[in-house]
């Protein structure tokens, strides 16, 4: 078994059907091969024979078909036929001023590998090279690059927006999308965003994006395929949520997913009679993540909104978002009511309070008792309460002071 972690020694194969021979630096001549099985029962047994004649050295790794990663390590492979050869590998840009530049000295090329630990952080096109006192074996051209992550900005009824992080170096990006079997060239541009008609973004769902090295035409590293369909993304707005869902002071977290064509943004809330009343407008938008808040809130449960202004005379609303504004323990909400039997009560205290709530029927006989964490929404259950009118007392757990709110079960 110790055999196994040991490298490979030349010895003949009688386990396998095949066998590989191998001639070091043959002398010129004729050469004769004679095949023997080691056990055939029974013949004449068939066989072939392929050979291949080498010389000099050969790159396996890296190769025109594989990008080196920038900031990473890289292992990097040849192919040496010969003795025992010490030789010193060089790297160099292409396309820019700077010569020959030293990695390694006094490599052996038997060992047929050396480890770069950390590849230049750049995008550019890249060659190597290993130099012998009787010859120079050139890499082909590499592409040192990062993968080109694609994002969707956002996903409309009627537009899809792809966009792209702008690589150093790079004046053309190469858009790909998924057509019957693989990723087909799509676009060619020199900017960082695409945008697409719905037909376009459903002839196929999937696309990536690579950036093109300046002065050729080869092509970076590729990222990672994103589907445009995904409904995480949004129509402009990813993120719409309020600080805290019980509170004294509205505050709302946004994340955009795009600023492209906004114009306005504007929070509002809705009013008693239906309306929306706007309560905050930005603009310019400052960005894709900011705050919003409402500087005069209105007591108790209360919805709202935030509508997008784009160029054309567009709008973009998100969905409704609800707090609960309770300043005081006199503000407290108690809610659904009336309320079926069996089904839960909601009671909103001032937030960052622990609440006592004990419930009693109308002639002052206990009925539930319970204490809730601080900053939490307390479900109060009515399975044990048969149809009539209760009386919750409602109080901050260490204060002495309750308010009443009356719930119709039935």
């Known amino acids: 078994p110790d055999s196994l972690a040991l490298p490979a020694r030349r010895r003949p194969d009688h386990l396998n059907n095949a066998e590989q021979?191998?001639?070091?630096?043959?002398?010129?001549?004729?050469?004769?091969?004679?095949?023997?099985?080691?056990?055939?029962?029974?013949?004449?047994?068939?066989?072939?024979?392929?050979?291949?004649?080498?010389?000099g050295l050969t790159w396996a790794n890296p190769t025109a078909a594989r990008a080196l990663l920038p900031g990473r390590p890289a292992v990097l492979r040849w192919d040496w036929t010969g003795p025992a050869t010490s030789a010193r590998l060089e790297y160099r840009y292409l396309g820019r001023p700077q010569q020959w530049q030293p990695l390694a000295a006094g490599l052996d090329l038997t060992q047929q590998t050396f480890v770069w630990?950390?590849?230049?952080?750049?995008?550019?096109?890249?060659?190597?090279?290993?130099?012998?006192?009787?010859?120079?074996?050139?890499?082909?051209?590499?592409?040192?690059?990062?993968?080109?992550?694609?994002?969707?900005?956002?996903t409309c009824p009627d537009e899809t927006l792809l966009t792209w992080k702008r690589v150093p170096g790079a004046t053309q990006y190469q858009v790909y999308q998924l057509g019957a079997t693989h990723l087909e060239p799509l676009r060619l541009l020199p900017d960082t965003a695409l945008l697409l008609t719905p037909a376009q973004a459903s002839a196929g769902r999937f696309f990536a994006v690579a950036p093109v090295l300046p002065g050729s035409q080869q092509v970076g590293e590729r990222g990672s395929t994103m589907d445009a369909s995904q409904s995480t993304h949004g129509c402009y707005i990813r993120t719409f949520i309020a600080r805290q869902l019980v509170t004294d002071s509205v505050q709302f977290a946004v994340e955009l997913g795009s600023t492209y064509q906004l114009q306005r943004l504007v929070l509002e809330r809705l009013e008693p009679d239906g309306s929306y009343l706007p309560v905050q407008t930005l603009q310019p938008v400052p960005g894709l993540r900011f705050q919003l808040h409402d500087p005069a809130p209105r007591a108790g449960r209360t919805q709202y909104r935030v509508r997008l202004l784009l160029t054309g005379n567009r709008t973009r609303f998100s969905a409704l978002e609800e707090v609960f504004v309770v300043r005081g323990l006199a503000d407290v909400l108690v809610y659904p009511v009336?309320?079926?039997?069996?089904?839960?009560?909601?009671?909103?205290?001032?937030?960052?309070?622990?609440?006592?709530?004990?419930?009693?029927?109308?002639?002052?006989?206990?009925?539930?008792?319970?204490?809730?964490?601080?900053?939490?929404?307390?479900?109060?259950g009515t399975h044990t309460l048969k149809a009539g009118v209760y009386l919750f007392r409602i109080g901050i757990v260490g204060t002495s002071t309750e308010v009443v709110r009356r719930v119709v079960v039935y």
């Open 21 to 55: 021979i191998t001639l070091d630096l043959p002398a010129a001549g004729t050469y004769r091969l004679r095949v023997r099985g080691h056990a055939v029962p029974q013949g004449p047994q068939a066989f072939s024979v392929v050979y291949e004649a080498e010389s």
């Open 117 to 154: 630990a950390t590849v230049p952080d750049t995008t550019a096109r890249l060659q190597l090279r290993l130099v012998t006192a009787a010859a120079t074996y050139d890499s082909d051209t590499v592409v040192v690059s990062r993968p080109l992550a694609l994002d969707v900005a956002y």
């Open 338 to 380: 009336p309320i079926a039997a069996g089904e839960s009560v909601r009671v909103v205290g001032p937030p960052d309070h622990k609440l006592r709530i004990r419930v009693a029927d109308m002639l002052g006989r206990p009925q539930l008792e319970l204490l809730s964490e601080a900053g939490a929404i307390p479900l109060v």
